[in-house]
């Protein structure tokens, strides 16, 4: 039997598509003409990732990268390490990290620096969401969906243990 806890609804269907189409139109103005890549953080971000870059009209690449800093639980390590790297250089490129949830900021601040070693010609994170009740390391965000609660959240490719990533909305997980 299945006892899987059942998530609350924080961020239904549409109301991400219309943060996503807002952060589109933000990517859109800055990037234009500029042939970004774009590097979406595995494996919480592909849908984000998708859905952002499906409305583009301008040559965009796409990368991804795996990092972790959680183990089966629902607390971070405090251990940044990355267990998939980039195929593409960055060395030069507009480079804008995609991220589906800042939470610490530990491993989006070790991201940062991991890329700026690799001399990109700038660095930029967009986040679908951010918690800043549970910010350790100072990060800037530039491009931001949702502002959310200290919630542990699933859905639309955020997951628990591998579960709730194919959820069509946001929701969160009581304690």
Not at 12 to 27: G, K, N, Y
Not at 32 to 38: A, I, M
Not at 147 to 160: Q, R
Request: net charge positive; hydrophobic share 40%.
């Amino acid at each position: 039997m299945n006892s899987q806890p059942k998530p609350q609804i924080l961020f239904a269907r549409d109301e991400i598509a219309t943060c996503v189409s807002r952060l589109s139109i933000e990517l859109k103005r800055d990037y234009q003409g500029k042939n970004p890549l774009l590097v979406g953080v595995l494996k919480g971000s592909f849908v984000f990732m998708a859905d952002l870059i499906r409305s583009f009209d301008f040559p965009v690449e796409v990368d991804f990268i795996k990092i972790s800093s959680y183990g089966r639980g629902k607390e971070t390590s405090g251990k940044v390490r990355v267990v998939g790297g980039l195929t593409a250089s960055v060395k030069g490129r507009e480079v804008v990290i995609v991220e589906d949830v800042v939470d610490t900021g530990l491993t989006t601040s070790f991201l940062i620096d991991y890329l700026k070693k690799r001399q990109p010609a700038s660095v930029r994170l967009c986040a679908l969401t951010d918690k800043p009740s549970r910010r350790q390391v100072p990060v800037t965000i530039d491009y931001l969906g949702f502002t959310v609660p200290d919630k542990f959240l699933v859905g639309y490719g955020i997951d628990w243990d591998e579960k709730f990533r194919n959820l069509p909305y946001i929701g969160y997980l009581e304690e």
